[in-house]
């Protein structure tokens, strides 16, 4: 997995006419896959980090990127990064869940108002906590967390203006139990499926609906499949960039600070071009034929509530994490 070829370093590499140049290989040759397009700032974001390391490492570790889920879907991914075949991934909050449950806890159906809220909290007591978690999988998650979005629903169908417009809607969700739990809750029927097969079964019309940030809907160009849009903002979602726990802990501490300090910084510059995307997205998507709505959050809150999602969630996740949670957004059961 991991190159060590210390020894080329001494031969000599100008190149002979005819031949190849031998370039010099890395001591550490890192695999990091995600399942987001190369367009979204999540991979730009990334790229430039991983320049930056082989620049400050003087060439020492080299970060190859593998977007777009070319080497599997998510799942596929989680289990790779855990046996060590790949070295990094970034799993949303709601697909790392399905290995550490207590990381969906920012995904409590509309706990979150806005932004800052957000980060106050998973730069806070919340994001320490779920670390942690995550650090007892022997992953190593880095201190900042990368921004999806709020969530939004689209639909081929008619738009969703209030909780009663969810009644039977077949719409995708993550591979999460926390968003099969409230969609069901909200009386649709929802699907879990991988991000790699969302827009053929948007396309193919496995389901009518599904949900993501609208930057996702931009690059993914699932425009094309859906009709409407639904603002509903109904979970705040981003992504842990973690990396297998054996490959972290033998890393020499100074290659470990470079690494940790690119990723960190580039996980603030990437949450600021979300932030940024957030002010002209909207009008793009419409220009590309989205119909956009708004919906009043009081209609799902009162149907999650009366269908018991919050207090069932509580006992889930347990009292700490609920705890820290209404910390940051106040009350939720
Ligand atoms: O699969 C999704 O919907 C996505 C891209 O938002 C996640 O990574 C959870």
Same mark, same amino acid.
Request: proline share 5%; with cysteine; aromatic share 8%.
């Given at each position: 997995?991991?190159?060590?070829?210390?020894?080329?370093?001494?031969? &000599?590499?100008?190149?002979?006419?005819?031949? %190849?140049?031998?370039?010099?290989? /890395?001591? *550490?040759?890192?695999?990091?896959?995600?399942?987001?397009? #190369?367009?979204?700032?999540?991979?730009?974001?990334?790229?430039?980090?991983?320049?930056?390391?082989?620049?400050?490492?003087?060439?020492?570790?080299?970060?190859?990127? =593998? %977007?777009?889920?070319?080497?599997?879907?998510?799942?596929?991914?989680?289990?790779?990064?855990?046996?060590?075949?790949?070295?990094? =991934?970034? &799993?949303?909050?709601? #697909?790392?869940?399905?290995?550490? &449950?207590?990381?969906?806890?920012?995904?409590?159906?509309?706990?979150?108002?806005?932004?800052?809220?957000? $980060?106050?909290?998973?730069?806070?007591?919340?994001? /320490?906590?779920?670390?942690? /978690?995550?650090?007892?999988?022997?992953?190593?998650?880095?201190?900042?967390?990368?921004?999806?979005?709020?969530?939004?629903?689209?639909?081929?169908?008619? &738009?969703?203006?209030?909780?009663?417009?969810?009644?039977?809607?077949?719409?995708?969700?993550?591979?999460?139990?926390?968003?099969?739990?409230? *969609?069901?809750?909200?009386?649709?029927?929802?699907?879990?499926? @991988? *991000?790699?097969?969302?827009?053929?079964?948007?396309?193919?019309?496995?389901?009518?609906? @599904?949900?993501?940030?609208?930057?996702?809907?931009?690059?993914?160009?699932?425009?094309?499949?859906?009709? !409407?849009?639904?603002?509903? !903002?109904?979970?705040?979602?981003?992504?842990?960039?973690?990396?297998?726990?054996?490959?972290?802990?033998?890393? %020499?501490?100074?290659?470990?600070?470079?690494?940790?300090?690119?990723?960190?910084?580039?996980?603030?510059?990437?949450?600021?071009?979300?932030?940024?995307?957030?002010?002209? #997205?909207?009008?793009?998507?419409?220009?590309?034929?989205?119909?956009?709505?708004?919906?009043? %959050?009081?209609?799902?809150?009162?149907?999650?509530?009366?269908?018991?999602?919050?207090?069932? $969630?509580?006992?889930? =996740?347990?009292?700490?994490? $609920?705890?820290?949670?209404?910390?940051?957004?106040?009350?939720?059961?």
């Amino acid at each position: 997995r991991r190159t060590v070829l210390r020894g080329l370093g001494a031969l &000599p590499v100008a190149s002979v006419a005819g031949l %190849p140049r031998i370039a010099r290989a /890395a001591e *550490f040759s890192l695999k990091y896959g995600n399942n987001l397009p #190369v367009t979204h700032p999540l991979n730009i974001r990334a790229q430039e980090a991983a320049d930056r390391i082989a620049k400050e490492t003087k060439g020492r570790v080299e970060i190859k990127i =593998f %977007p777009n889920n070319q080497l599997g879907g998510d799942t596929d991914m989680l289990a790779q990064v855990r046996s060590g075949g790949i070295d990094f =991934f970034t &799993p949303s909050a709601l #697909v790392i869940a399905t290995l550490v &449950p207590v990381a969906a806890i920012n995904a409590v159906g509309f706990a979150f108002s806005d932004r800052n809220q957000v $980060w106050n909290a998973m730069d806070g007591k919340i994001g /320490a906590h779920v670390r942690a /978690a995550i650090g007892k999988m022997r992953l190593h998650a880095f201190e900042k967390m990368w921004d999806n979005g709020f969530r939004q629903i689209t639909s081929s169908k008619g &738009p969703v203006t209030s909780a009663k417009d969810m009644d039977g809607l077949k719409i995708r969700v993550p591979v999460s139990p926390l968003s099969v739990s409230m *969609f069901k809750a909200l009386g649709a029927a929802p699907a879990s499926l @991988q *991000f790699s097969e969302v827009y053929s079964a948007l396309q193919t019309k496995i389901v009518d609906a @599904q949900e993501n940030p609208l930057p996702i809907i931009q690059v993914a160009k699932l425009y094309e499949v859906q009709k !409407n849009c639904s603002l509903s !903002n109904h979970i705040w979602d981003g992504y842990w960039f973690i990396a297998n726990g054996r490959m972290w802990e033998s890393l %020499p501490a100074d290659l470990k600070t470079i690494v940790s300090t690119a990723l960190n910084d580039a996980g603030l510059q990437q949450r600021e071009d979300i932030r940024k995307l957030n002010d002209t #997205v909207q009008a793009d998507l419409q220009a590309k034929g989205l119909a956009f709505n708004t919906s009043s %959050p009081d209609t799902f809150r009162a149907k999650l509530r009366d269908a018991g999602f919050y207090s069932e $969630w509580k006992g889930r =996740f347990g009292a700490e994490a $609920w705890g820290l949670l209404e910390q940051s957004v106040g009350k939720l059961a």
